[in-house]
């Protein structure tokens, strides 16, 4: 799959040489309604024997037009694994444009004729409430801009549950610990990559020593809580129990962290750049009066977590 990176303006001597079909979209999280939108322009460019683009953008939108909380401006998913994930769909080439003001601010027209007509699209595939720059630019218009030039396919929104699968909903979930409906609207288990890192020697000392995970801080991650997880650390995957937290039983002003204890493994594993994918949520987390308690609620965890892992 071949990335191309571009800054607005594009040059005027941009062109793509072959034909494509054309999915367009910000995609975080790639979730079941993103995937649908993919599939659907993969199986036109394979009818048409054409190749699959991706036309995507290297932040939030969101990020040109108002003031994002550090929070707010976090991704489900980080681009590196978007890329590699639109590899695993077929994808042939991406069109990754670094979206600004002033890309934002072409009128719809300028959009068109700038850039799909230099990405040489022969149909153009998107979700039906997707929009190109500004806010009036709908899916319906597209047919008007692009004056029989390229075909036009809007997507049906993907429902779950009788609503429909947005990024705003699996945040929603993130944040609520529902790891369960977060996975079903991915369709697959949310993932998330970072390096191990030192924490306090502390975990040791427990009996459960724990891999510190530092996660990108753009990095939207579960809420609060006791986890389930499998870690992928090369070609590898461990079953796992985490948690992410504030360490509660330590004091009360502890930094959130992402710690990971591998059942059945013992091994030096600082500076790996691991995967995880999170599971099942086991509880809350809890402060415990010593750390006597602390340790025998870890083995109920690692009782739960094996259990877990024998029946799925
Ligand atoms: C499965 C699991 C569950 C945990 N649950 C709690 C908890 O409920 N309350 C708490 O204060 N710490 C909890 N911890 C965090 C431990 O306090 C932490 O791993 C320990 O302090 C080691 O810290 P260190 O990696 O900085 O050495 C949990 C850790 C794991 C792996
Ligand atoms: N079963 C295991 N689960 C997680 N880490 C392990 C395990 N066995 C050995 N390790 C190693 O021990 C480290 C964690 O030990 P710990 O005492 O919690 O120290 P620290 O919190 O300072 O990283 C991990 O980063 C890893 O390199």
Known sequence: MKIVNIHHPIDDDFRNDAKVVLAMGYFDGIHLGHQEVINR????????????AVLTYDHKPAVVYKQ??????????????K??????????????????????????QEFVDNYLIKFNVDTVVAGSDHTYGAKDATMDLLPKYAKN??????????????EKVSST??????????????????????????TVVHGLARGRKLG?????????????LPAIGI?????????????????????????NSNPITVEINLLDFDNNIYGEVVGIDW??????????????KLIEQLKDDEDFTRMFFKNN
Do not use: C
Not at 68 to 81: K, T
Not at 149 to 162: A, H, I, N, Q
Not at 209 to 219: F, G, R, S, V, Y
Not at 280 to 292: C, N, P, Q
């Open 227 to 251: 986890y389930v997880v499998n870690v992928h650390i090369g070609n590898d995957i461990y079953h796992g129990m985490a948690s992410i937290g504030r360490n509660v039983t330590f004091g």
């Open 169 to 194: 909903r699996i945040r929603r979930n993130l944040d609520d610990g529902h790891i369960k409906t977060v996975n079903e609207l991915m369709g697959r288990p949310f993932h998330t990559v970072g």
């Open 279 to 292: 599971l099942y949520r086991i509880r809350g987390e809890v402060k415990f009066e010593g750390v006597d």
């Open 83 to 108: 890329m590699k994930f639109m590899e695993s769909m077929g994808v042939d080439k991406v069109f990754l444009v670094n979206y600004s003001f002033n890309f934002q601010n072409q009128t719809p």
């Open 41 to 52: 322009a993969k199986e036109i460019a394979n009818q048409k024997h054409l190749p699959l």
């Open 208 to 220: 459960y020593p724990t891999a510190n995970i530092e996660h990108d801080e753009l990095q939207w």
């Open 68 to 81: 994002l909380s550090p929070h707010e401006r976090r991704n489900i998913i980080m681009n590196d694994e």
């Open 149 to 162: 030039r390229f075909d036009v396919v809007s997507v049906d929104l993907k429902k779950f549950k009788y």
